[in-house]
């Protein structure tokens, strides 16, 4: 689609690059007292089915039994969403362009599997869940993945072939079916007569304690982090065998540990059951909704002596043995024994922050559809406390007025913690990116391409960064001049995930002024330009978070992108990521960034479609009153990702080997199953570091999603890159 409605220009300003050890100030924690309180709410009918209509009057929400108004009410229905969307790309195919203005920057899944707690015989089992829970939510949401033994996690992402790697490395760690239970690190004397420490038995074993402690504080630390973003549908989904402890009536009492936990209301409440109730209180701050799913399936009573495999030490007969309970005696309790212990309590924690428990069932598919169900479906309701007396827990009940045969999921409560400290001077741009999730006021996209060092050499790559921004006409009209013009500012944050450090930060700003294309009749409501720089950065894996504000629409956004950086010199071969183009030149306007690494004065520059030769199109073009270096890529990216058989796109890649050999290169167009759609070969310049430029046609190819890849071979070696996108109809 040709977008050139305008062409560009950018005078020059004044920007600052700032060393890599000046991470970004963290935005002002949210405090309900001074916010709106919001509410997830899932309505249910008696056949399972979500209840659709219903109107802020239908609803009844009270806060400690006391009915509040409601000020704001949406209902949401990602699945009309849904329905208009492109067709997917493959799941498998890494994603190269971010962006913040799609559905799933709307909603933010993070998957927990529980390693620290899963028997190593049900590896596949979960792997297979986690699998259907990736493809199943597809492109629509924003996710990130947790394993409880802290190995694998996966950042906040749209790319799902990331999270399917992290899959791919899972393994449970429980070398026996018997479920764990909850032991306490209390020091008992096996000599009533001796102090000596070599005859204290300290409780439990120390592997066992930090499991049941790990699996919990993982579950708080994500959910204290988003937290700080309660405009987002925000939902675990945890993969786990749990732990044999009863938890029955432990959140009842709020903020303190209720005396019902315990049958002796003098003793004290363990130490698991406070660490239970801190990730609990993380999840009622965040209004993070917890879906549960036991990989264990259907336990039948038959079933249940297999799960409690090996017995314990000593003892020989089931009789003997707490972990099969009365259950496989005939016994009516059904709740006693250790695997349904920890099935009830994976039911109470998902109840309990308004989501629900997939326990005691085969259908794994069928539950992980009526979970994304519920996501895709649900009323937000928000209210101002109108008693702002006390701290703490506060209960909430909300239900829909003469339907008491309906089922509602929602958080049982919320915390009131008082008056907020005093936020810490920030930024606009650092605010932007201090979230978990991305802001999307001002639409953007973002792709970082790694190039290797230079011919001056060098260790780090030179990551070129395209930033794309969406604004309103209207917006940046100026009067009755047909020139639009906007005053922004951007900065650019590469987070080295490794050690969670940013790792190079750069800050710009540009006064730009567009003007309407030559011949342009109807003027667009909206208009997109492309600003183009360059990063340096060693290899590693990033996080790059971007933020840009407008003065003109008073509004920033931000967008985030993992990608990671290679070590050029690790290799015989190598290939950098693929870069494509309109093959006619940009169909947008681009401003250049030409800030020399390491220099503070920035200058902006604007190359379009519209101001280059057609000769030279899509070749860059450097101001010779300016002396930056040129980018490491001869033109200009596109970030689409979506076009029509009638364009033709232009491909660059460059090949990196340690000792020049004669390289070949296969282009192969793909569909979604692997299929070739077509093919063809060329023959890369000889050199170190040779590269390919061509043209690229699409109008052999039908409507549909497809993966252009690459194949450079020496006859020995062979290196591999992918890139997606649609044909649209």
Same mark, same amino acid.
């Given at each position: ?83 208009? %969307?492109?067709?997917?790309? &493959?799941? %498998? ?114 592997? %066992? ?96 002596? $297999? ?96 339907? &008491? ?47 290797? *060092? ?34 922004? $500012? ?13 790792? %190079? ?83 947008? &306007? ?32 450097? *101001?010779?009153?300016?002396?930056? *270096? ?100």
């Amino acid at each position: 689609m040709n977008r050139a409605w305008f062409v560009a220009f950018a005078l020059p300003v004044i920007g600052v690059s700032v060393t890599a050890q000046q991470a970004p100030q963290q935005p002002p924690v949210f405090r309900t007292n001074t916010e709106l309180v919001e509410i997830d709410v899932v309505v249910v009918d008696t056949a399972g089915q979500r209840v659709h209509g219903l109107t802020k009057d239908d609803f009844i929400l009270r806060d400690r039994k006391k009915a509040q108004s409601i000020e704001t009410f949406t209902e949401v229905q990602w699945s009309i969403a849904r329905a208009t %969307e492109l067709p997917p790309l &493959p799941p %498998e195919t890494r994603v190269d362009v971010a962006s913040n203005t799609s559905a799933k920057a709307g909603r933010l899944v993070v998957i927990v599997l529980d390693d620290l707690h899963t028997y190593r015989g049900r590896t596949d089992t979960v792997k297979g869940i986690a699998r259907n829970i990736v493809n199943e939510l597809g492109p629509e949401s924003s996710m990130s993945l947790i394993q409880t033994g802290g190995d694998h996690g996966v950042e906040v992402t749209d790319d799902r072939s990331r999270l399917l790697g992290s899959i791919d490395k899972f393994m449970g760690r429980r070398p026996t079916r018997r479920p764990l239970d909850v032991c306490e690190p209390i020091a008992i004397l096996r000599d009533a007569e001796t102090a000596d420490a070599s005859n204290v038995d300290p409780g439990c074993e120390i592997q %066992e304690l930090n499991a049941n402690r790990d699996l919990y504080r993982a579950l708080e630390d994500a959910a204290t982090i988003l937290g700080r973003d309660d405009k987002r549908r925000k939902a675990f989904i945890l993969v786990s065998e749990n732990v044999a402890k009863d938890i029955s009536g432990l959140f009842d009492g709020g903020e303190q540990i209720s005396n019902i936990v315990s049958s002796n209301p003098r003793t004290p409440a363990s130490s698991y059951e406070y660490q239970l109730l801190n990730t609990m209180n993380a999840m009622r701050r965040g209004n993070v909704a917890t879906y549960s799913i036991d990989p264990r399936g259907l336990i039948t009573p038959h079933k249940l002596a $297999e799960e409690c495999f090996p017995p314990p030490r000593g003892e020989r007969g089931i009789g003997n043995d707490p972990c099969v309970g009365d259950e496989v005696q005939g016994s009516p309790t059904a709740w006693n024994a250790w695997v349904r212990k920890a099935q009830q309590g994976l039911k109470i924690v998902s109840e309990e922050t308004g989501g629900f428990a997939v326990v005691n069932t085969d259908d794994f598919t069928g539950s992980i559809s009526q979970i994304i169900t519920d996501l895709d479906n649900y009323y937000l309701l928000g209210f101002y406390p109108s008693d702002m007396n006390g701290r703490g827990y506060r209960p909430i009940a909300v239900e829909v007025k003469g339907r &008491p045969e309906l089922t509602l999921r929602y958080r049982r409560g919320y915390q009131l913690e008082g008056a907020p400290d005093p936020p810490k001077p920030t930024s606009e741009l650092n605010r932007l990116v201090g979230g978990a999730l991305p802001k999307n006021d001002l639409p953007l996209r973002l792709q970082a391409i790694p190039m290797p *060092p230079g011919p001056a050499g060098g260790k780090h790559a030179r990551v070129v960064i395209a930033l794309e921004l969406t604004v309103p006409t209207t917006a940046m009209k100026e009067g009755d001049s047909d020139r639009l013009l906007d005053d922004i $500012e951007y900065g650019m944050y590469a987070i080295d995930m490794k050690g969670a450090k940013v790792r %190079e930060r750069q800050s710009s700003g540009a006064k730009v002024t567009l003007r309407p294309r030559p011949g342009l009749v109807v003027v667009p409501d909206k208009v997109t330009y492309e600003i183009m720089s360059e990063m340096p950065l060693p290899s590693g894996h990033y996080q790059l978070r971007a933020s840009a504000t407008s003065e003109k629409l008073n509004a920033g956004g931000s967008v985030y992108l993992s990608f990671d950086v290679p070590d050029f010199s690790k290799d015989d071969l190598q290939l950098t990521d693929l870069v494509i183009a309109y093959a006619d030149g940009p169909h947008i &306007p681009i401003a250049r960034d030409l800030t020399p690494v390491r220099i503070q004065t920035t200058s902006v520059e604007a190359v379009t479609r519209d101001t280059i030769p057609p000769r030279a199109r899509g070749a860059p073009v450097v *101001p010779t009153t300016l002396s930056a *270096p040129p980018l490491a890529i001869p033109f200009d990216p596109t970030l689409d990702r979506a076009f029509v058989a009638r364009d033709t796109l232009r491909l660059y890649f460059k090949a990196v080997q340690r000792n020049a050999t004669a390289l070949t290169a296969t282009i192969s167009a793909l569909a979604p199953d692997g299929t070739v759609v077509a093919t063809f070969d060329r023959v890369l310049e000889f050199g170190t570091q040779p590269s390919l430029d061509i043209s690229l046609p699409l109008n052999q190819l039908t409507p549909g999603a497809y993966r252009l890849q690459v194949v450079v071979t020496d006859g020995t070696n062979e290196a591999m890159r992918e890139v997606a996108f649609i044909v649209r109809p």
